[in-house]
C-alpha cells in the first residue's frame, strides 16, 4: 500500500491520476503546503484546477495536520504516523470537488471558506519570506564553520564523505534541532538518537544540513532571489513529510535530490542507533 506525499507542482499531473488509477491501494499524502500553493493564488479557477485529480480519488488520499501541530507530536509516543493525519476526510474532499466544478457558484458559506484559506495563505507568505532571508543569509556562515576548504572541494567533487564529514554533519543537524526544539519551546533532552530521528524538527534540521551540501556543490552561489528560496523552504517540508512515507512525488530535481539524501540518512542513524 504505497502512500506517496504529492509536490504542490504535480497535483495536476497525468502521473498522479496514473497512480492512483493503478490500485485503490495507492494513497497520494497531501500536506498543508500543498493546500498553501493553491490558495495563495485566491481565485477559484486555482481551487478546481488543484483538485483536478485529487477529487476524482478521495478515499485514496491522506491529509496530513498543519505544519505547527505536526512540530508539537512527541516522536516518543507510538502510532506518531497516524497522529500526524486528519481521519475521515474522504466526505469533505468530495463535496469541495463537486462544488468547484458546478456550473455556478454563489453560495456565500462556500465562498466565505474560500475567503479564508485565501487570508490563511496571504498570512503565511511574509513568514516564508522572512524565513527564506534568514537562511539564505546563513548558509555561507555555516559552510565557513562546518567544513574545511578541503571538505568544501570533496563535497563539490564527490558525493561519497569520509567519516568525519558524516559526524560533522549529523552533529549540525543536532545542534539545529536544539535550537529550533528550544525556539519552540519543545522538551528535547535525554532523547536517544532513533527517538530524536522521529521528530519532525530533527529531520527537518538535517534536511537544512542536506539542503547546504547541494548549495555548496552548485558553487555556494549568493542567493538573490528570496522567490526561490521561499520555495525551497516549501520544497524542504514536502521532503520531510515524504520520509516517513513511501516516497515523493516531484518533478524537481532539487526537492528529490535532498528527499533521497535525507533518507538514507535516516536509514544510516537507524543503523548506528541498531549497532550501538
Known sequence: MPSLVIDSSMLQSQELRSFLQASPRNFAVLADYAWFEIYKQQSLEAVKRGLSVVGDFPDQL?????NGEIVWLDPTEPDLLERMQFKETADS????????????????????????????ARGLLPKLIEGAIEIAASLPEM?????????????????????AMMDTIYGSAVQ??????????LPWQNL?????ARS????????????????ISRGS????????MRNDIVDLSFCV???????FMTADEKARWIHVNLVAALEAMSRMDGAA
Open 62 to 66: 491522506i491529509l496530513l495536520r498543519a
Open 93 to 120: 474532499i468530495r463535496e469541495m470537488a463537486a462544488i468547484t466544478r458546478s456550473a455556478a457558484i454563489d453560495d456565500a458559506a462556500i465562498l466565505e471558506q474560500l475567503h479564508g484559506h485565501w487570508c490563511f
Open 143 to 163: 559552510e565557513a564553520q562546518m567544513f574545511t576548504k578541503a571538505e568544501i572541494q570533496i563535497i563539490r567533487t564527490s558525493s561519497r564523505y569520509p567519516g
Open 176 to 185: 539545529i534541532w536544539e535550537h529550533l526544539a528550544h525556539a519552540n519551546g
Open 192 to 196: 536517544g538518537d532513533n527517538r530524536v
Open 200 to 215: 519532525y524538527l530533527f529531520r527537518y534540521a538535517l534536511g537544512l544540513v542536506i539542503h547546504l551540501l547541494w548549495w
Open 221 to 228: 552561489q549568493p542567493i538573490r532571489r528570496m522567490d526561490r
Open 241 to 247: 513529510y515524504a520520509s516517513y512515507f513511501d516516497g
